[in-house]
């Protein structure tokens, strides 16, 4: 048998086919393209009767976040993994206690999140369901050349086809806008005169931050905090707050105040603000302790979230102790309203305790 010699194309072909095998072979290994950073507001049951809020962070295998029960509203810190489509989350108190964990399958693309809660010592097992009604956007920008600015709102999943939750994401867009715009005090002429451009001054960095929690999600109501840091120079920057509770229904949304949720003459007023200063004194509030501060003023009322657990009041830096404490957060539950709330007004499909249902 005689064997032709192939011919220079031939040649050409085959050398070509060698040298992208071996490349490919050589070649490093490129893993998948991770998923996220990304977060979301959850809300659902667990075994179909306890209602539950969540708060999800999901940055490529690595999840964390924390979630709580709507009649209680203390959180459970959650951690874990999403791999192969799958998350699996164990929680703690705390302190560090192991309470239970969740496992199920999970779609990006799917708003519902389905699977099985078991508690930490494996005697309880129910099976969960629960929707990202909002996903959580952050956004970075730079503002005249020397103000960093940091937001996190929610963007609720349905607005385009629903009128209410129309309306409750320009709220909360026109809040988070126009706190960023309030550090340079004028939102029309930014471009103040009242300082000296100084660029090579240490102190010659601003930073915003704002931060918006859904502190409690039905189709009915919407119960959001702001909390802003401003920075300006100096020792520190100061935080502030800003509360959204709206009602909502298919033709809009509408705000309301902490006087719409009691009764007028009832002494409402008296009765929150003894419940306060008994539990900042509790908890070692400096001014409160020491005596300065004994009582909330009404003014010192509007910044409050509410949910089935009962309604919160936020207090900043300065206004229940020194600026190392921070913010104080009192939840003062339902049942210590009994009598002071409107059964007309606002909250009463969500404070049976303090309506006697």
């Not at 002494?267 to 509030?285: M, N, Q, T």
């Amino acid at each position: 048998m005689v064997l032709s010699r192939p011919s220079g194309r031939a040649m050409l072909l085959l050398s070509f086919s060698v040298c992208l095998v071996l490349a490919l072979a050589l070649a490093p290994t490129q893993s998948a393209l991770a998923f996220g950073p990304v977060e979301y507001h959850l809300a659902g049951s667990i075994g179909g009767k306890l209602a539950v809020q969540m708060e999800l962070h999901i940055d490529g295998e690595q999840v964390s976040g924390h979630y709580w029960y709507e009649t209680t509203g203390t959180p459970l810190e959650l951690a874990g993994t999403f791999t192969s489509g799958r998350m699996q989350l164990a929680e703690r108190t705390g302190d560090g206690k192991a309470t239970g964990s969740w496992d199920g399958a999970f779609n990006p693309l799917d708003p519902t999140w389905k699977g099985k809660w078991t508690s930490a010592d494996g005697t309880k097992s129910f099976t969960f369901e629960l929707a990202a009604v909002a996903e959580i956007v952050i956004t970075e920008e730079m503002r005249m050349g020397f103000i960093e600015v940091h937001i996190a709102h929610p963007v609720f999943s349905g607005a385009a086809k629903h009128r209410g939750l129309q309306d409750v994401q320009m709220i909360v867009d026109n809040e988070v806008w126009e706190a960023a715009a309030s550090i340079w005090g004028d939102p029309v002429d930014p471009a103040s005169n009242d300082f000296e451009f100084e660029p090579d001054a240490p102190w010659w960095s601003w930073e915003h931050f704002s931060e918006v929690s859904v502190r409690y999600y039905s189709t009915s109501l919407i119960s959001m905090m702001n909390e802003v840091y401003h920075f300006t120079g100096g020792a520190h920057g100061m935080t502030f707050h800003t509360s959204m509770n709206l009602k909502v229904d298919k033709n809009g949304a509408t705000a309301f105040t902490i006087d719409q949720v009691f009764r007028k003459g009832t002494g409402w007023e008296k009765a929150i603000s003894d419940y306060v200063i008994r539990d900042l004194k509790a908890r070692g509030a400096d001014w409160v302790v020491s005596g300065e501060v004994q009582d909330v003023p009404r003014k010192n009322m509007n910044r409050f979230t509410v949910s089935p657990a009962g309604i919160d009041l936020f207090f900043g830096p300065y206004e229940m102790g020194s600026y190392a404490q921070g913010t104080w957060v009192v939840l003062i539950p339902w049942s210590a309203c009994k009598g002071l709330v409107d059964p007309s007004g606002p909250v009463a499909a969500i404070a049976k305790d303090a309506l006697g249902k």
